[in-house]
């Protein structure tokens, strides 16, 4: 019996790089980049008035450029991980919808959240910046974006990679709990957008132990399967 490997980059890889472009743009703009010299006042929440989200952005605008960009940037190995995790499933012989789900899940993921760090870009230009008027719409619509229109997809992504691989017993079965714990997390996180906003802890807790997941997930994911004996393939 020959072993057949799936061909396409490592998962594992691909959800680290993620993760440390991420964090790397986090570090310019909060708490986390403390050691690099980063001080307060640091990146503003939703529940600030517009006038401190107004004067971070007016006075912070290298911070945020560097954060936008690398955040950016983080989307391009999260975007092949959703393809190339999805075509192991299919190649490990799952053919249920579970991969399509986190498919859409994934590619929304990268979208919501490219347009996100693209408007925090955007509001970086000099003649953006000082018009008060225009920087607080813009902060809610990358917010709204980057926010739960990222822990909401990112529960599909997560909800049919788990459920997909747990049927299969493709992955261990704390690492299946975990990811439905995470996808159950970001789903509820919709409820933020309506009347309760105290839901917003949801996102981070979708978004920071999901660089976990996505990493051990990646790692874990088998490579190869068995495939048609040789003489079999030679016939």
């Given at each position: 019996?020959?072993?057949?490997?799936?061909?396409?980059?490592?998962?594992?890889?691909?959800?680290?790089?993620?993760?440390?472009?991420?964090?790397?743009?986090?570090?310019?703009?909060?708490?986390?980049?403390?050691?690099?010299?980063?001080?307060?006042?640091?990146?503003?929440?939703?529940?600030?008035?517009?006038?401190?989200?107004?004067?971070?952005?007016?006075?912070?605008?290298?911070?945020?450029?560097?954060?936008?960009?690398l955040?950016?940037?983080?989307?391009?190995?999260?975007?092949?991980?959703?393809?190339?995790?999805?075509?192991?499933?299919?190649?490990?012989?799952?053919?249920?919808?579970?991969p399509y789900i986190a498919l859409f899940g994934g590619f929304f993921t990268v979208f919501n959240?490219?347009?996100?760090?693209?408007?925090?870009?955007?509001?970086?230009?000099?003649?953006?910046?000082?018009?008060?008027?225009?920087?607080?719409?813009?902060?809610?619509?990358?917010?709204?974006f980057g926010g739960p229109g990222f822990s909401i997809p990112m529960g599909l992504l997560i909800a049919g990679v788990s459920v997909a691989a747990g049927f299969r017993r493709l992955l261990p079965k704390w690492i299946?709990?975990?990811?439905?714990?995470?996808?159950?997390a970001g789903e509820l996180s919709w409820l933020h957008l309506l009347f309760f906003p105290k839901l917003l802890f949801l996102i981070p807790l979708t978004r920071f132990p999901g660089f976990i997941w996505l990493i051990v997930a990646g790692f874990a994911m088998p490579v190869a399967r068995g495939g048609v004996s040789g003489e079999a393939a030679e016939g």
């Open positions: 019996m020959q072993t057949i490997r799936h061909r396409g980059p490592n998962l594992g890889a691909l959800a680290t790089v993620y993760t440390v472009l991420f964090i790397a743009g986090l570090c310019a703009v909060s708490g986390f980049g403390i050691p690099f010299g980063v001080k307060p006042p640091w990146f503003p929440g939703p529940w600030e008035p517009a006038r401190v989200i107004t004067s971070y952005f007016q006075g912070h605008p290298t911070q945020v450029l560097i954060c936008a960009s955040q950016f940037g983080a989307m391009i190995p999260l975007g092949i991980y959703a393809a190339t995790i999805v075509s192991r499933l299919r190649f490990l012989g799952v053919s249920a919808a579970g959240s490219s347009i996100s760090h693209l408007v925090m870009w955007t509001m970086t230009r000099p003649d953006i910046a000082q018009n008060a008027s225009i920087l607080s719409p813009l902060y809610f619509l990358s917010y709204v299946v709990i975990f990811g439905l714990l995470l996808a159950a």
